[in-house]
């Protein structure tokens, strides 16, 4: 499985691309890909056809997955974005820290072995 640098439910900061400096949510990961979902980045505007007569036509606008690494995780302890960095702590426990202020941004959670 790919290492993924960021997490759903991350708040993470554009790098590159036309929403560069925008910040939001991460709403999906594709981990195959190496993609990410990022509320309110990269919109892309989709034509929906009618079908049917109960459903109207239109333009539909939503985002669209961009590369995970065009994006940077906004530290939630010093909120700027950040490098992460992975530590074991003692208790065995793996937790991400944020490189920027060294603090523990939360624990990575394992499937039980
Ligand atoms: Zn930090």
Same mark, same amino acid.
């Given at each position: 499985?790919?290492?993924?640098?960021?997490?759903?439910?991350?708040?993470?900061?554009?790098?590159?691309?036309?929403?560069? +400096?925008?910040?939001?949510?991460?709403?999906?990961?594709?981990?195959?890909?190496?993609?990410?979902?990022?509320?309110?980045?990269?919109?892309?505007?989709?034509?929906?056809?009618?079908?049917?007569? &109960?459903?109207?036509? +239109?333009?539909?606008?939503?985002?669209?997955?961009?590369?995970?690494? &065009? @994006?940077?995780? @906004?530290?939630?302890?010093?909120?700027?974005?950040?490098?992460?960095?992975?530590?074991?702590?003692? &208790?065995?426990?793996?937790?991400?820290?944020?490189?920027?202020?060294?603090?523990?941004?939360?624990?990575?959670?394992?499937?039980?072995?």
């Amino acid at each position: 499985m790919i290492k993924m640098h960021v997490r759903k439910d991350d708040q993470v900061f554009v790098l590159t691309g036309k929403d560069t +400096g925008k910040t939001g949510k991460v709403l999906d990961v594709d981990k195959d890909n190496s993609r990410v979902l990022v509320e309110g980045v990269n919109i892309v505007t989709k034509h929906k056809k009618p079908r049917g007569r &109960n459903q109207q036509g +239109g333009i539909i606008k939503q985002e669209a997955f961009i590369s995970a690494s &065009n @994006v940077m995780l @906004v530290c939630s302890k010093c909120k700027r974005p950040s490098k992460t960095g992975r530590k074991i702590m003692e &208790n065995g426990e793996k937790v991400r820290i944020c490189k920027g202020c060294g603090e523990i941004i939360d624990t990575i959670r394992q499937a039980r072995t």
